[in-house]
């Protein structure tokens, strides 16, 4: 099974907002702002309970914000790329892609 708990990844998306994911314990997530379509929020970390996601097989979602805006895709069998879709409450959607940045950290 492919253990993604203690992980960080850089994930970009294609309108533009990159971000480095840190998978926790639990199933939940922290992420840090690389780069915003507005820039307003770069560098700030966010992440609490209402940030989660889930593995079945290579099949990964992570929801930001319960569900406000949710990405799915698959993780490639090396276990250092991950592609999906990904939607927002808002109506906007499109495509993400992310690598592994790092394994085993503190969380």
Do not use: C, P
């Not at 939940?28 to 209402?50: F, R």
């Not at 698959?74 to 276990?79: A, G, H, L, Q, R």
């Amino acid at each position: 099974m492919i253990k993604l708990a203690s992980t960080i990844w850089e994930i970009k998306r294609d309108d533009g907002e990159v971000e480095h994911i840190t998978f926790l314990k639990n199933n939940y997530l922290k992420y840090l702002v690389i780069k915003s379509e507005e820039g307003d929020d770069e560098g700030q970390t966010y992440g609490d309970k209402d940030e989660t996601w889930g593995l079945n097989d290579l099949s990964i979602t992570i929801s930001y914000n319960n569900d406000f805006m949710v990405m799915n895709g698959k993780i490639n069998s090396d276990f250092n790329k991950m592609e999906g879709q990904w939607e927002s409450q808002q109506g906007y959607s499109g495509k993400w892609s992310g690598y592994l940045i790092r394994n085993e950290v503190e969380d």
